[in-house]
């Protein structure tokens, strides 16, 4: 059975730092392209961009570049999400999600962990 | 970018009934890349329909996807209370990935 299990909630202050994962197992970890969407409270879905965990080859929304970075560790088969400096804005659930189809770039998720929720109040 | 636009932005039906949802994109989707997705109140989402017609592992034959180039629909026939959720567009040809801002399916 595929699984993505995500780190726990994380109440942060405004310009800390935050690395939150997603655990990948039941299948073969360096053979799909992870994920990560946000979701602020009450909105819609917001892609941030992939990577494939085989070669680390990432790709990014413009609207999140160069504010996150994404990550992998295939040898405990696990993604990362991460920021240096946390704005209020960064507030949200964060889904990671593995690509449906194998090795494949196009793509839809299609198996979603079950978010993580970032709180920054000062 | 590719600007997904949903309509109606809520749907309220009863049960049995069938909804109709629409995705238009701002420019043609590559090769029908073009994915439904369920969030029910709570949850993660799930995918529910890929290359814009092909339903995913699981899926009942209820949820069904049609449309392409620029204009596409999933219909749900046969509405159960279950069905209550928010339904999402995305397209997956074009980067950046994007997605459409929801329908809600309210069951009467």
């Known amino acids: 059975e595929v699984q993505l299990v995500q780190s726990g909630a994380e109440v942060k202050k405004p310009g800390e730092s935050l690395k939150i994962s997603c655990k990948g197992s039941g299948y073969s970890f360096t053979s799909y392209w992870i994920g990560w969407v946000r979701q602020m409270p009450g909105k819609g879905l917001e892609w941030m961009g992939i990577?494939?965990?085989?070669?680390?080859?990432?790709r990014y929304s413009p609207s999140f570049q160069g504010q996150v970075t994404i990550s992998a560790d295939k040898s405990i088969s696990t993604a990362y999400l991460q920021w240096s400096s946390l704005k209020a804005s960064d507030t949200a659930i964060y889904y990671c999600?593995?690509?449906?189809?194998?090795?494949?770039?196009?793509?839809?998720?299609?198996?979603w962990g079950q978010g993580t929720l970032v709180t920054v109040s000062s | 970018e590719i600007v997904l636009t949903q309509s109606p932005g809520t749907l309220s039906l009863s049960p049995g009934e069938r909804a109709t949802l629409s995705c238009r994109a701002s420019q043609s989707v590559s090769s029908n890349y073009l994915a439904w997705y369920q969030q029910k109140p709570g949850q993660a989402p799930r995918l529910l329909i890929y290359?814009?017609?092909s339903r995913a592992t699981g899926i009942p034959d209820r949820f069904s996807g049609s449309g392409s180039g620029t204009d596409f629909t999933l219909t749900i026939n046969r509405l159960e209370p279950e069905d209550l959720a928010v339904y999402y567009c995305q397209q997956y040809g074009g980067s950046p990935r994007t997605f459409g801002q929801g329908t809600k399916v309210e069951i009467k």
């Open positions: 999600a593995r690509h449906y189809g194998s090795g494949s770039y196009n793509s839809p998720l299609g198996y």
């Open positions: 990577i494939y965990p085989a070669d680390s080859d990432t």
């Open positions: 290359g814009a017609s």
